[in-house]
């Protein structure tokens, strides 16, 4: 296939040279990120888009999306599908997917979990939302840079789906973060902690896969002195556009709420930047209740 590529930065670089190496035509397009090997750079988003059976933007966020695919659309050949994977707000997943269907384009919302390791590796899980017709002209391009790709609903459905799951996962990282400093101050031993809880009722991905206590479960940023992983800067984008996704659709989400104000805070008045999303539990053993 052809395929124009927007947006060549920590997950779109690795996202379009693994295009590249399976064999693709992948004309690449960035307003400062360098094009990866294989990927022929174009000097405009509407350039690379000209022509292509798949263009795949990757960028920051909904504000970008809209500006870019208004450069594209008009530039690109009717049939061809216009698929988004950044993780943007469910409203300018739709109203671009609306634009580029009324032009005579599939478009598809398809946010990635797996972050850079996934993206680099081709391990990525892609949520789509779109028509089952453009779903099925882009999926061996899923299944290229991914390992498993789930047909949501109709537009907004892929990123409805991310925003979802990175809500549950906000709020039980933080939940698992404050047990075990509660858990320190009652003078329960962390790895009693997680023998109990790994297997008990309060397990969870954020307790057996990616613990936040060092030294204990498996591998984690938090055995990394809490350098991402995933970045809490990160977590408070997607659990603000929860909110926001929230507020649009009159749903009551009072935890999911919560833990936006938590990450804000941890992000934007304490030493949160920069760090894993599982710093949250140093941040609470430095804390006293109601200080
Ligand atoms: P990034 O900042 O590294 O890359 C975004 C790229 O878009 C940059 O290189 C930037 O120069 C480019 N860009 C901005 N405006 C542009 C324009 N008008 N035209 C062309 N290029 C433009 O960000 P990233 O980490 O690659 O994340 C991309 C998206 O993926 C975001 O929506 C993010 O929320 C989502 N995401 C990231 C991760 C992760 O772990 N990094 C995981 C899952 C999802």
Redesign the pocket.
Known sequence: MKIGF????????PMAANLAKAGHEVIG?????PCPAGVTASDS?AKAAEGADVVI?????GA?LR??AA?VIPAMQQGAVLCD????DVAAARDVAAEAVATGLGALDA??????G??TAGT?TFMVGGSQDAFAKVLPLFEIMGQKAVHCGDAGAGQAA?ICNNMILGVTMAVTCEAFALADKLGLDRQKMFDVVSTSSGYSWSMNVYCPAPGIGPQSPADNDYK?G??AE?ML??LRLSQQAAEGADAETPMGQLATELYTRFVEEEDGKGRDFSALLPRFSAKSRGA
């Open positions: 927007i947006g060549l930065g920590n997950m779109g670089g397009f960035d307003l400062a990120a988003a933007t990757m960028l920051p966020n970008i500006a870019v450069e994977c950044s993780t943007v946010p990635v979990s797996g972050g850079v996934g993206a990525l991310k991402p995933f970045a990160l984008k997607d």
